[in-house]
């Protein structure tokens, strides 16, 4: 069934993409994919586009609009290589969910919101992801054997790359402080629960507001990406049964190597279905 949905949902892709370069909008432009969320609006009604600027200057300006009472504040985001066809892909992909207001408004659940812009940002190519997953340069020119190493290497790359962005030295304290106020708990219990799977974990923190927790011996078994409103799971598959389909699967061709699980965590009821896929993906084999 998952793999008939992926077929189904590449299609109609590969179609979104045909309208778009018919039109002529087919100018790669590097830029972010949001979900923005106004408090004056009613539960469950977003606008979701594209910008070559940053999701919060564009929530700013839209805010700053006659009529809007309420300030737009940005749920989720991801860098992209081409925002123009990622804009077209990902609206395309929420079409049935479209508010009949206005072209960039959908009335849908976060969590699905989520899951297709997170898919249509793999699709793309995620700018964040490029960078963390740049092997590392070893002795002889030799690429990581594997893909933990790869991926290790890649956090460790991307802290360089965007060193001159950042403060270079990022910690816990800085994606807690990013994301919203209602979501902090949920990462701080997060945090406590995963450290108390192992004393010897290593968690590493990146510039791409994200968190790796490591088994010794370099098996990375969860990343964390932290945003605004959400918390994505990124997990190794330790087969935990799944009759809810809490989890996504991660295809093998977006190149998370033994992360093969995804779950998106709002509050603390999810996070609480979310622990068991946590745990079995700890004791996972590499």
Known sequence: MGRLHNATGRLDSLRAVAVQERS?????????????????????????????????????????????PRPFEVAYEQRVSDCRRAETLLH????????????????????????ALEDVAEEVGRLDELERLEPEPTIGGQPPASSDQAIDAGL????????????GVVTFDDHLAYAGVSLRPVLLDLRKRVLALDDRLNEKCTPGRRIAYKI?????????????????L?????????????????????????????????????????????????????
């Open 24 to 68: 002529g909008a087919s100018v790669m432009a590097e830029g972010y994919i949001y979900i923005l969320f106004n408090r004056a609006h009613q539960n469950g009604l977003y606008k979701i586009g594209m910008t070559t600027s940053s999701s919060e200057e564009r929530a700013r300006a839209i805010s700053g609009s006659t009529g809007v």
């Open 92 to 115: 395309h992909r929420l079409r049935q969910y479209r508010s009949t207001s206005d072209r960039e408004f959908f009335e849908v659940p976060l969590k699905l919101a989520i899951r």
């Open 156 to 167: 460790r790359s991307n802290e360089k790359s965007r060193a001159g962005q950042t403060r």
């Open 216 to 232: 010794p011996g370099g098996k990375i078994f969860l990343e964390v990406i932290v945003q605004r409103a959400a918390i994505v």
């Open 234 to 286: 990124h997990l190794a598959d330790g087969g935990y049964p799944d009759p809810g389909h809490l989890a996504d699967d991660i295809p093998g061709s977006f190149g998370w190597g033994q992360l093969k699980k995804r779950v998106v965590v709002e509050k603390m009821s999810d996070l609480a279905e979310a622990l068991p896929f946590i745990e079995s993906a700890h004791r996972a084999k590499p």
